[in-house]
Nanobody, 126 residues
Framework: QVQLVESGGGLVQAGGSLRLSCTAP??????????MGWYRQARGKERELVAA???????TYQDSVRGRFTISKDDAGHTVYLQMNSLKPEDTALYYC??????????????????WGQGTQVTVSS
């Protein structure tokens, strides 16, 4: 089954930057997304939406990250990024990407609905 794979997490000092990536590697095809969200879950807290890029609309951000984080998608539509600048200790969490639908870039055939990645840890030290 095709999976979403996040990368780019790590340990960074407060004020630093990281760029997360989300893609769906698969042999013999290229997977595209129109709508993608980045979520995070800190220890002891519920998962929350951080940023989303929505088909036919612009990006949307949680108030706490607006102006610091930027969500974007490559021109081909098969990798979504979350650029995180001016990181704060409260940004520390496991970050997940989620798409309601992934499809083949070649023929737009739906590959899978409702897919989460496995998460990538972001730790910001003070």
């Amino acid at each position: 089954q095709v999976q979403l794979v996040e990368s780019g997490g790590g340990l960074v000092q407060a004020g630093g930057s990281l760029r997360l990536s989300c893609t769906a590697p698969v042999s013999g095809d290229t997977i595209c997304f129109e709508t993608m969200g980045w979520y995070r879950q800190a220890r002891g807290k519920e998962r929350e939406l951080v940023a989303a890029i929505i088909s036919g609309g612009g990006p949307t951000y949680q108030d706490s990250v607006r102006g610091r984080f930027t969500i974007s998608k490559d021109d081909a539509g098969h990798t979504v990024y979350l650029q995180m600048n001016s990181l704060k200790p409260e940004d520390t969490a496991l970050y997940y990407c989620y798409t309601p639908r992934m499809f083949s870039c070649f023929d737009s055939m739906t590959i899978r609905y409702g897919t989460w990645g496995q998460g990538t840890q972001v730790t910001v030290s003070s």
